[in-house]
C-alpha cells in the first residue's frame, strides 16, 4: 500500500478476479523431410529453419512441389485402332513429405511447421544424419531436423513420413530420439508409420516393428499400419519429361514428344496415368484426423472411427482377427493402430492407443494429448506467480485460476464426474501441499487431479431369450 502525505483524494484499484488460463494449441505438426527447394528469401535459406504455413499453397511457394519420380509405360496397339497397355512400370517413391503435407490439410489440418532438412537428390537419398557434404542443400538428415524443431514451443505433434525409408538400425534410432524428444519437453506426441507398412506383415514382422521402439516414453506416441493408397496419381512434370513411352518397335520417348505428332496415343497414356495412384504412409492423414476431431469435438475426443479424405483404400486390408494382434500384445504391450477400410463407410482409423497400450495411465491417445494440453496451459498460465509472495493470497489465486479452467472443461465434456468436484481437484497451501521448509526454500506445489474421458473402445451388447409371462 502507498503512503500518503498530501491531503487529497486517491483512487486504488483492487484486483479480486484470478488470472485466466489461455488454452495452448493441440494439433499443430512439425512435418520432418526433404523438400524441392527451401527459400524464402535466398536459396536454402529455409533448410533446417522450422517454418510456419497455413496451406498447400505456402508449401509450395517455399519448399516447391513434388519429385518428378521416373514412369515407363509400355504401349502397343490393340488391333482395333486403339491402343492397349504393355507395361506399367510404377516409380518407388521415396520423398514423401509433399504428398504427406497435402494429406494434412485435405483432412482438415489448419497450420503445421515445416522443417526442411535437405532437397531432392538422384539417385534419392534418405539420410539419418548430414553427409558433411560441402552442399548446403545436401548435407543435413532427419534426426538434424528433429534437433531443430526441438527449438519451437508451439509445435504438438511430430511427423516424419520419410523415416520409414531408413535402414532398420537408423530407423530405430530417429523414433527411439523423437520418443526421447517428446518426453524431455512434455509437451508434443508423435505420429509413426509402420516400416514396410505397405507389406501383409506377418507375426514375426509386427514384433520386429514393435522392437523398433524400445520401451521407453511410449505413452507420447501412437503407431498406424497398414499404408494407404491415395488418389494422388503419380507426379508428372510440367514439361512431361519424366514419363518415358514405348510405342511398339519405336525408341522409348518423352510423354511431350507425342503432344503432336501422335495426339490419340498421348491421350490414351495420359488416361493410363490417371489410372495410378501412389501409396502413401498414413501419418499425414492422421495429423490432419487429430487436427480435425481437435478442432470440431476436443483434445479429448478420439480421433478415431474417422474416415480418411484422399485415400481410396488401404494397402492392406485388415479384418478383426488381423487386428487383434495389432491392438492387443501380451508380449510387449505395445499397440499399433489399424487404418481400415469397411463397406458404405470409407477407409477409417480404427485405433486410439498409444504404444503404451498395456498402460492403464496412458493406453489411450486422447488421455495422453489432453494431459499435455493443460499442463502446457497451466504452465504458461502461472509464470505470472514467480517471485510473487509466497502465502495465502497468492495461493489463492493459483488455485482459483486452475479450477476456473477445468469447471469449463468439464462443462465442455473432457471430464468425467456428475459435479466439478467429482471431475478433479487443486490443492495448494500450508500442510496441505507444501511443509515450512518448501516455503523456506521458495517452492509452491500444487497438486491437481483430473478425471479425464476415456474412449469407448468396446460396446459390448448382451442379449437373452425373456421368458412369456402372460
Not at 533446417?48 to 496397339?77: H, M, N, Q
Not at 497435402?102 to 511447421?113: A, I, L, P, R, S
Not at 495411465?361 to 517471485?387: D, G, I, L, Q
Request: aromatic fraction near 12%; charged fraction near 20%; include cysteine.
Amino acid at each position: 500500500m502507498p503512503t500518503y502525505k498530501t491531503p487529497d483524494v486517491y483512487v486504488e484499484e483492487i484486483s479480486v478476479f484470478p488470472p485466466s488460463v489461455a488454452e495452448v494449441e493441440t494439433a499443430i505438426p512439425a512435418f520432418i523431410g526433404y523438400s524441392e527447394s527451401a527459400r524464402k528469401n535466398a536459396d536454402n535459406d529455409l533448410i533446417l529453419k522450422p517454418t510456419k504455413i497455413y496451406s498447400l499453397k505456402d508449401f509450395e511457394r517455399y519448399y516447391g512441389i513434388a519429385e518428378d519420380d521416373a514412369i515407363a509405360v509400355t504401349v502397343a496397339d490393340d488391333g482395333q485402332g486403339g491402343f492397349t497397355v504393355g507395361s506399367f512400370s510404377e516409380p518407388s517413391v521415396k520423398y514423401l513429405l509433399y504428398y504427406s503435407v497435402k494429406m494434412f490439410f485435405d483432412n482438415g489440418g489448419g497450420q503445421c511447421y515445416i522443417v526442411s532438412v535437405g532437397a531432392y537428390q538422384s539417385p534419392a537419398v534418405i539420410d539419418l544424419t548430414g553427409d558433411a557434404s560441402s552442399d548446403p542443400a545436401t548435407m543435413y538428415g532427419l534426426q538434424d531436423g528433429l534437433e531443430a524443431v526441438k527449438l519451437e514451443d508451439e509445435p504438438t505433434l511430430i511427423v516424419i513420413p520419410e523415416a520409414v525409408q531408413l535402414s532398420t538400425a537408423d530407423y530405430t534410432t530417429l523414433v527411439q530420439a523423437v520418443l526421447l524428444q517428446c518426453n524431455t519437453l512434455r509437451d508434443r506426441f508423435a505420429i509413426f508409420d509402420i516400416r514396410d507398412g505397405n507389406s501383409d506383415l506377418d507375426a514375426t514382422g509386427l514384433s520386429n516393428n514393435r522392437g523398433y521402439f524400445g520401451n521407453n516414453y511410449l505413452k507420447y506416441a501412437a503407431a498406424y499400419y497398414p499404408f494407404v493408397k491415395s488418389t494422388m496419381n503419380y507426379f508428372v512434370n510440367s514439361a512431361e519429361t519424366n514419363v518415358d513411352v514405348t510405342y511398339g518397335a519405336d525408341p522409348a520417348a518423352d510423354l511431350s514428344t507425342f503432344k503432336n505428332s501422335n495426339t490419340a496415343l498421348y491421350n490414351f497414356v495420359k488416361t493410363v496415368l490417371k489410372d495410378h495412384f501412389i501409396t502413401l504412409t498414413p501419418s499425414g492423414a492422421v495429423a490432419g484426423v487429430y487436427a480435425a476431431t481437435d478442432s470440431n469435438r476436443g483434445v479429448w475426443k478420439a480421433p478415431a472411427n474417422v474416415s480418411l479424405a484422399g485415400v481410396i483404400e488401404p494397402a492392406i486390408k485388415l479384418d478383426n482377427a488381423r487386428q487383434d494382434g495389432l491392438n492387443v500384445d501380451a508380449t510387449s504391450g505395445k499397440s499399433i493402430n489399424a487404418i481400415r477400410s469397411f463397406m458404405g463407410k470409407g477407409t477409417l482409423v480404427w485405433g486410439a492407443r498409444t504404444l503404451a497400450g498395456n498402460d492403464n495411465e496412458w493406453r489411450y491417445v486422447p488421455v495422453r494429448r489432453f494431459f499435455n494440453m493443460v499442463e502446457e496451459s497451466v504452465k504458461k498460465s502461472t509464470y505470472w506467480a514467480v517471485f510473487e509472495p509466497n502465502d495465502a493470497n497468492t495461493w489463492v489465486k493459483v488455485r482459483g485460476m486452475i479450477e476456473n479452467y477445468l469447471t469449463q472443461k468439464w462443462r465442455e465434456g473432457a471430464l468425467a464426474g456428475a459435479t466439478p468436484k467429482e471431475a478433479f481437484f487443486v490443492r495448494c497451501g500450508l500442510g496441505i501441499t507444501m511443509t515450512s521448509q518448501d516455503i523456506l526454500e521458495g517452492r509452491m506445489n500444487v497438486e491437481i487431479g483430473m478425471a479425464a474421458v476415456r474412449p469407448a473402445e468396446f460396446i459390448i451388447l448382451k442379449f437373452s431369450h425373456k421368458l412369456q409371462t402372460s
